[in-house]
């Protein structure tokens, strides 16, 4: 008989693609995962991975197991879910990931919201970019995962539920001193001759701002690039740059006097979603999280309408 656990191992180096964060994943030492994995393949009677330089990659009958086998996780789900529902009580650990901007505006204000209401939530919070959080849920390191879609959820979208949580839009950030710090909205073309700031190893945002100003018939002159978006908004206090960022990044900078943000035209959105297992929704705790979403996501909705 096939072992569940053998199985989850499998599915979670679909994921993760190399031994090594499966082992981190679940906490166990790379040669037991290897173990197991070595085993899985005896049982089966056929090789279901195959090395690829630094990291793994399944062949046709691994890939075939894990599809099949994520029918089998997705009812597991169901059944734990609704072993959950029936105790109806609001308690045990949730794990949730997000992403800068979210972390530091949506997060805490879920969290104030949730602690004040059920104190036998046990809440943990990592910071994941995107990509990394969607690999997090799809692996069960994280039970919701917030991300946007600046990235491909295609391969994964079997293992996953997608909940929207909000829209954000993108602003130009700008001294108060700029020519067009009064501006109601700025268009892209505007925006040609200004030095920026774009942060190049933010590798999805970075060509979705370059691909903005393409449109508009040029390339930015990027003569800083800077991995925190505090040091980002340091350079643009000077007023030697600008940058443009999602506006969930930019309420402590809205309310600084030393700079003007200003809506693009038209308008750039990211929209921002909750990623979790199959099924996993139905458990109280997890529908506390979602609702608690749902409550302080209009805080920082994006609202902006550009004058015609």
Not at 4 to 13: G, V
Not at 54 to 75: H, M, P, Q, Y
Not at 201 to 212: E, H, L
């Amino acid at each position: 008989m096939l072992n569940l656990s053998r199985l989850h191992l499998l599915s979670e180096l679909s994921v993760l693609g190399t031994i090594g964060k499966v082992a981190e994943a679940v906490n166990l030492t790379r040669p037991a995962v290897s173990q197991q994995l070595n085993i899985l393949e005896q049982e089966i009677g056929t090789a279901l991975f195959e090395r690829t330089g630094r990291g793994v990659r399944l062949t046709v009958a691994g890939e075939g197991l894990v599809a099949r086998a994520g029918k089998l996780f997705d009812l597991v789900s169901e059944i734990e879910s609704d072993l959950a529902s029936a105790r109806g009580s609001v308690a045990g650990e949730v794990r949730i990931s997000a992403f800068g901007s979210v972390a530091t505006t949506l997060i805490p204000a879920m969290f104030s919201l949730l602690l004040a209401e059920y104190p036998n939530l046990d809440l943990r919070f990592e910071e994941l970019e995107p990509g990394d959080g969607l690999k997090a849920a799809a692996a069960k390191q994280v039970d919701i995962a917030l991300v946007d879609d600046s990235i491909s959820a295609e391969a994964l979208a079997s293992m996953l539920y997608f909940r929207p949580v909000c829209e954000d839009h993108f602003a130009v950030v700008m001294s108060s001193s700029h020519r067009l710090a009064e501006q109601q909205w700025i268009g892209m073309d505007q925006l040609a001759a200004e030095n920026w700031a774009i942060n190049k190893t933010a590798q999805t945002y970075k060509g979705q701002i370059v691909s903005a100003c393409n449109e508009a018939g040029y390339s930015p002159r990027v003569v800083a690039s800077c991995r925190n978006m505090a040091a980002t908004l340091e350079m643009v206090r000077t007023g030697y740059v600008i940058t443009v960022l999602p506006a969930l990044a930019l309420r402590s900078a809205s309310a600084d006097p030393n700079f003007s943000v200003v809506p693009v035209k038209p308008l750039m959105v990211r929209r921002i979603f909750g990623a979790m297992v199959q099924g996993t929704y139905r458990r109280p705790a997890i529908a506390a999280v979602l609702k608690a979403l749902d409550t302080v996501a209009p805080q920082f909705a994006s609202r902006e309408e550009l004058p015609s």
